[in-house]
């Protein structure tokens, strides 16, 4: 978290996001299923990064710290798991800075996700969609 929270605390970014790619976290070697996540994530990315012109990595981790302030002036209107790479968006349409940072995540011991994966897929290109027609 400390790292996480100090490109804010030096006035360089108002969101940081932990990156998955950037840390070489265990899923990227993972089974089918985390290959599919990888490539939807990676267009979606991709397509972000292209429009705002960013080198981002990895717009849909949930591990990411925001400026109170500007979090509070956001105009979300997803609620699912595609609020990720909404607030991502909204940020880079009001011409914040949102940078990242190396996160390496471990492979999940207990438990299993509860995105489910396929179910899912149209919600995020759906929001993709949105995000780059709406003002």
Not at 40 to 56: C, D, E, F
Not at 60 to 68: E, P, Q
Request: aromatic share 10%.
């Amino acid at each position: 978290i400390p790292r996480l929270i100090a490109p804010i605390l030096r006035g360089e970014a108002e969101m940081v996001l932990a990156s998955r790619i950037r840390g070489g976290s265990d899923e990227l070697h993972g089974d089918f299923t985390h290959f599919l996540r990888n490539i939807g994530g990676g267009l979606i990315t991709m397509a972000i990064n292209y429009r705002w012109h960013v080198r981002l990595t990895d717009v849909l981790n949930g591990f990411r710290a925001i400026r109170r302030d500007v979090a509070q002036n956001l105009n979300l209107r997803a609620n699912d798991f595609d609020i990720e790479q909404h607030m991502v968006v909204e940020c880079l349409k009001k011409g914040l800075r949102v940078t990242e940072i190396p996160s390496h995540e471990s492979v999940r011991k207990w438990g299993y996700s509860k995105l489910p994966t396929f179910r899912k897929a149209a919600l995020f290109f759906w929001r993709l969609f949105l995000d780059l027609t709406l003002p």
